[in-house]
């Protein structure tokens, strides 16, 4: 950590600095150039709080050169993770593929659904059992029978599950039910919502907030982690930006930085990035290029009817299309694709 | 409500979507022109799946032009609302000042503020009892304990109590101790915890997400008032944009765009929206001059060791330099500032 | 064209409205649902000028059903553009590599680049002789000097060249040497450079404004076509949002938007748009993936030592590297990549 | 200057980096931390490219502790710039308002609201002559037609005038017409035209681009001073964020930020912020309330009939009331108001 004292801090100004940091029990490196002092600081600096430093009358700035994540730093665990949801495994070697509608709507329909993605290709079944909406008078979800419905079809198709939770209360049912749990954009800082999935005995998908960084995300799933949850994978699902002709800013770069920086896998998510559904096919190309781990794409058997996002949801003809055109993408990647 | 077809839907496809819209009991104009067609829907809208309709392959665009949000709708309810908290009011005619520390972290440190913020004319006291920070290693609250303090501190100076709960659980606790209950950026979209604190027998401020559009917070509130409770005040306090110079971006023109679309007060916090000691007393005098009904300011007996958010506090002398120069612009806004 | 009227608006202000387009020579027709009227006007709009019409005080919103540009609307002109540079061509069939060094720094500099990209499979050469920098004090460019080495690269190597201009001073000496013009995204509003160059006798990359929606690229565009000029490609080079992580945002849903809007080509730019050497190679992928007509990346022989823009130039190794990996991703689009 | 090395950089990678910046006649502190090293440039830092530093292998982070900008610096320059527009101020003593058209439309009109501001208090009158517009189709100015009616409404009202320049050919014509020359949003990073100002002999008003950051907006503001010209006050005209119920997000925090790091005078505009003729009053007191110098309103004598940016402009009536209402606050704020 650096400080970077305020211009013109005298003698006694340093002094304080210092012996404020050294009565932490860490080291301090003093230099003083012709404009501004600076200070280092050595040792174990989770002993500091950052905004008391901040706080002080002579202290300008505060750097971090370390994150504040320790659990999902890349730097503590060089290895990639790698984890199995019920047959199919996330991580390096796999590419995996979520596939579903955005809400679960009845048995029927989603059974239709589950064969059809089972048959393209994909490796798991998402499907919306609590939606969170932005006005409360939208459909919510069918919450523990949408749950019931998300079983019977893994267990006639065999496909792993994957659905969102919203509230202690969802993640309590859902781990009855499904193999994995999702955080979604507008929870990833409902920091109580993350410690109940990080007591649960399932992987979690952490979809990245709306308008959160790279940093604020990784710290959110040092949340989940630091209640013992190690299997965790990240889900760029695209940014809130001044762009408004497609939904959000998918924002692929992403995977990269995160790769840099922490060992979880990471899907990208081009359905709701965009909201538009002739884009999600050349984004999930796009987005086995450059190195994500996986996709989650919505599929629907009847788009016009869908209850929840239909713009964006691939008929079974065009994800049948998606993953026929993303075999020769999977392989140059140097994955397989295996439920 | 109006839908634009796609270019070249032929009378086929405008009956295929009249027809759809018919059925729900709804009428509609249809306008040809050289280059497309609209579909004018008039009727009860709350039938109509938006998402459904925008799925459909003759639609291009749903342009809504009634909001989705009712009871926090000023079109059905012109009158401003204002509504008791203890014995302060938060509406039109008065000027609310809420202070205090960011966090609550000992009984004597927040009595001596709270005697502080009375004496230089606060009319409510603020307090955080449970912390969202973005690091799960970061100083939480003192949780229950805090609310105690908050108490006592209230049953000392009279002052009205406001906290942030970040959970059913804190609800539960916090209705025991505080006048009034905070839902903070993060959660905004919390839609379970929306639902609890709607359900709750106290007053709610509802903060602005970091990246909500205007429409996205009063559906928000709407979650809230649904739920039966009418008492909400809004509160902006910056949101994120590209700009780093100060912590968030304060977009005091929201206050004059929720003016138009609510009833609902609008509160103004310049500590969180800025994180700069110096910027809160200039912007305080703004956001009254451009006609807020209120504002939150963080205030420390000592910034330097404030747990959380040292840098945005003011001292003691701070603040009451606010609250002296602010009088003469809450004088000419033709509100009063009283406990 | 879609007029909403206000709220309560009465039979006479619907008559103003109506009076003041018929009058135009337009046609209108008007619905008036329970809540608000609204007027689609058919014909013509070019005569109508829509601030005027958002003056009105009976008009709410004006919803515009068309677009502002003609010549580089793909509704007027649905086949790609496709155009010859020197001997290599720009669309749909070919994948466009530009590649070199930010800025032109030397003249034995440029030719050792000039003839490793060329080797390593570039179909352009890329360097800039007039920087826009942020810094007065920076490095500004070897202006027409730079432009000689430009020409004289070219001529031992064989590959098209292209510079960037920054002022009509700066086009009429780039004519002279280079093959095409590149406005950048400082300039991409600079209108009197656009019809500057639209009068030039070269082709232009048009780069994307930092904060530039689609809809003014495009219209930044035509203001170029409309000059005369139709030998245009655009460039995305990342926008400006809230994440720092990378120097701006890849935005590569954008590609897809445009083919959806324009017939011109569209090069992705990913060394700008992330500023991170190690990004290169993998966006550059993604953006084949996803359907770009070209890449323009940047190289440079000595990356330590550029005086500008160093972090984000490949090193030649890397270059190749990329060109080789990119293969069979240009394979997989369907194109082919020539000088 | 504060270099972060590379993690893992050896005892030769920092002899490397020592060594090429002592090179330079700059001196290096090197502290080694138990994660990183980071070393402390002392010296004229003038002589070093970051980028070229960026690109070292050894180095991670390059930290900047000075600005780049000198002229335009308070620390450089602690007292407030003032300077006088034909018969008024520009400065801390006085609250300027720059009042009158969007677009100059007719000599007529021009005079006729050149009365009414003047008479209702406007200390110079602004009107556009020449208009960047969006697209190429679009009224785009009277050119020197419109400059000439600037001078003769100057020469009837006595006020000083403003109005845009996009070109170094409208400068040419400019400087023979009006008092003051403003770089509009769009051209805040054409340098080359900001040297073209920075040459001429009148004051400018340098309004913000739409996605820059203070620092380049101040860098923007070096490059006009460095030319010579050092009359420059400073524009806040909103910036482009995901918030679109209003055009622009109008910044006021800035005004606050600028004043710390800048001695310029400091402007700002709310017609153009927001484009909601009913938020330019309350906008406008919450501006001088937070230290504005002035104000730039749109005011029309038919708004209605206005040819470009009619929405935001104010009647003479709305003009008048707003500068009535503003009377106290610009006492409040220490200020005169004149001519």
Redesign the interface.
């Known amino acids: 950590m ?1 400080l ?1 004292l305020k ?1 013109g801090t005298k003698e006694s100004g340093i002094s304080n600095v210092v012996a404020n940091i050294e009565k932490e029990g860490l080291q301090t ?1 003093v ?6 002092t ?1 200070v ?4 174990d600096k ?1 002993r500091l ?1 950052i ?2 430093l ?4 002579y202290i ?2 505060v ?1 971090s ?2 994150e ?2 320790k659990l999902a730093n890349k ?1 503590f665990h060089p290895e990639p993770t790698s984890f199995a949801v019920k047959g199919t495994q996330i991580g390096p070697d796999n590419l995996t593929v979520m596939a579903g509608p955005c809400a679960v709507e009845s048995e029927e329909g989603l059974l239709t659904i589950a064969r059809a993605v089972k048959e393209a290709g994909a490796t798991m079944l998402r499907g919306g059992a609590y939606k ?8 919510q979800g069918l919450e523990e029978e949408g749950l019931k419905y998300l079983k019977t079809a893994s267990e006639e198709t065999g496909l792993a599950t994957i659905c969102e939770v ?5 993640v309590e049912a859902a781990v009855k039910y499904v193999d994995m749990l999702q955080i979604g954009a ?2 990833m ?5 993350l410690k109940e999935v990080g007591k649960a005995p399932l992987p979690v998908l952490l979809k990245r ?3 959160a ?4 995300w990784l ?1 959110a799933a ?2 989940i982690m ?1 209640e013992g949850n190690p299997h965790i994978a990240l889900c760029e699902r695209g ?8 939904r959000n ?9 995160l790769k ?1 920086h922490t060992h979880l896998p990471v899907i990208v998510d081009p359905s709701h ?2 909201g ?1 559904r ?2 999600v096919k ?2 999930s ?7 994500a781990d996986g996709l989650m794409i919505e599929v629907h058997n009847n ?9 964006q ?1 691939l008929t079974f003809e065009q994800f049948e299309e998606t993953m026929r055109d993303l075999a ?2 999977i392989a ?1 990647s140097g994955r397989e694709q295996k439920a």
Not at 249 to 257: E, K
Not at 303 to 311: H, M, T, V, Y
């Open positions: 650096i970077v211009r490196h230099s003083k150039g012709t404009e501004v600076i280092g600081v050595v040792g989770s709080d905004d008391r901040k706080a002080s009358p300008d700035r750097l050169v370390t504040s994540y730097k969170p909406r932005t006005s409360p008078y939208s459909f919203t509230s202690a209360h969802a507008r929870n800082q409902n920091f109580e919502l907030g709306m308008a960084t790279i940093d604020e710290n040092e949340y630091s940014i809130r930006t001044f762009e408004t002709s497609t800013t998918l924002d692929l770069a992403a995977v990269l930085v840099e990035a965009t538009v002739d884009f050349p984004l190309l796009a987005a086995v290029a450059c190195g788009p016009e009817c869908a209850l929840s996002d239909g713009p949801s020769p993408y140059l």
